[in-house]
């Protein structure tokens, strides 16, 4: 991603006014853009369920779209982060050959997987009829599909492609739902169903303009066995940070049984996705400032270690690393500290526009302050990924998820005053493991690079921390 910022740092400097608001959009669309445009498709989504469809099918819509969003990332996570670093090494070794036959791998396998997960959920769990079974399983296939398709088009530089696909896919599925003369659920899943499909559709069609060679089979060594392990169970740890706390309210105050045996949340789930949305601002930024500014600094320590540099000018170059990701944080911290802070004063005028239940607001709120933390987590497992030490992202997206459910199950009688408590708990745990993890490397940078973490002394599985 350092790569589009530099772009949008460009454009920031020599636009004036105006190319500060040109970056900051584009970066918005690039760094969340899929996801912003999914919150107001369900939105919009919502509202029309609302209108047109009984209070218990529009619960059963909801309940699949939940239920799939978030088990199609679980299910996609080990896969997907596994063949998008498997696609790196090959773009970085100029070896485009075996990159269709990684791409079909992983599609095939997360779309078995999407189908049995799907089939649990929705066919046993949910009870639900067949027909409404097979679309939402097919829904959580083909999510799980785009989780593990839509990185490799940010490889290609592709950033706007992903949430062009995600409209094309919703503007698809809007037109024939507005056409079909009073659809009931059977129908509204069918087309949600086909809607994600186009999505899929677009991103692979994408894929195939630049992958044109046959699949061949991946080549002996391609990823050392407990490295991918590593990096599949980071990528596992990442989706549970961010849901476990909910997937734990879903029994807890307040929840209700939606479908079959499944169950949900209605107000820790609506005021926790609205508090993740105020991510995006500090996302924006970590794309164009802080990843920018540390990937030329890093650059220029890699520079000196492979050249003729003395150790003087390599310590020299790992103090600016150093103070590089100190004052990249600083500056994540006070910008999205400030957007925490408006969400937390303007929760109920916001809450009142939108007609949301006033009694997310705790949950909102909470989630919003807890937004902080989270960004510093993701911001310092930016660095570890630099230095290619995954067993300590491993180590800190575990200890947000660990501390996210614990504090949940702490608060479990407190009722909807305490929801989003266990998010920004563990979001905190996981923003001092993260900084405690970077600051310890980064000390130790210099041997980490010519001995610590050299594939020469340590083999191509890396170290475990």
Not at 94 to 117: K, S, W, Y
Not at 158 to 183: D, E, H, N, Q, W
Not at 265 to 282: A, H, K, R, Y
Not at 384 to 397: M, P, Q
């Amino acid at each position: 991603m350092a790569g589009i910022g530099f772009q949008l740092a460009r454009v920031a400097r020599e636009g004036g006014v105006g190319g500060i608001a040109a970056a900051a959009a584009h970066g918005a669309v690039i760094s969340a853009g899929p996801w912003l445009v999914t919150a107001a498709a369900m939105a919009l989504l919502g509202h029309w369920t609302g209108r047109h469809l009984t209070p218990d099918a529009a619960r059963v819509v909801q309940t699949v779209l939940i239920y799939a969003f978030s088990l199609s990332a679980l299910a996609a996570a080990p896969i997907g982060i596994v063949a998008t670093r498997m696609v790196a090494d090959r773009l970085f070794a100029r070896d485009a050959a075996g990159i269709p036959g990684i791409l079909l791998l992983a599609l095939a396998v997360g779309g078995a997987f999407g189908l049995t997960a799907g089939a649990l959920l929705f066919g046993v769990l949910g009870g639900l009829p067949p027909v409404q079974a097979l679309a939402a399983t097919i829904t959580l296939a083909w999510l799980t599909q785009i989780w593990i398709a839509a990185p490799m088009l940010t490889a290609l530089k592709r950033f706007t492609a992903v949430p062009g696909a995600y409209l094309l896919g919703i503007v698809a599925a809007t037109i024939v739902l507005l056409i079909l003369p009073s659809p009931g659920v059977t129908t509204v899943l069918t087309v949600i169903a086909g809607g994600v499909g186009v999505t899929l559709g677009a991103i692979a069609f994408v894929l195939r303009r630049y992958f044109v060679g046959a699949p061949s089979p991946l080549p002996p060594g391609a990823m050392s066995p407990r490295l991918a392990g590593i990096v599949a169970a980071a990528g596992v740890a990442g989706v549970a940070a961010i849901w476990i706390d909910k997937w734990i309210l879903w029994f807890g105050p307040a929840s209700l049984r939606a479908v079959g045996l499944l169950r949900l949340n209605p107000i820790n789930d609506e005021g926790s996705f609205l508090g993740l949305l105020t991510i995006v601002p500090g996302l924006t930024l970590l794309l164009i400032v802080t990843e920018t500014r540390f990937d030329r600094v890093f650059g220029s320590m890699l520079a000196r270690c492979t050249g003729t540099s003395t150790l003087e000018r390599i310590e020299e170059a790992r103090g600016d690393v150093v103070r590089t990701i100190l004052d990249g944080l600083r500056l994540l911290i006070l910008v999205q500290a400030l957007f925490a802070a408006l969400a937390w004063v303007l929760a109920i005028p916001f809450f009142d526009l939108i007609g949301a239940d006033v009694r997310a607001i705790f949950a909102f709120r909470q989630t919003s302050a807890g937004v902080v933390f989270h960004l510093v987590t993701i911001a310092t497992t930016v660095v570890l990924a630099y230095y290619d030490l995954f067993g300590r992202i491993l180590v800190t997206w575990g200890a947000f998820a660990l501390g996210s459910a614990l504090a949940t199950l702490a608060q479990w009688d407190a009722g909807f005053a305490a929801f989003g408590w266990g998010y920004m708990a563990g979001a905190l745990a996981g923003a001092t493991v993260g900084i405690a993890m970077v600051a310890e490397a980064s000390v130790n940078l210099t041997y980490l690079l010519f001995v610590g973490n050299n594939p020469a002394v340590v083999g191509h599985g890396g170290r475990l921390l």
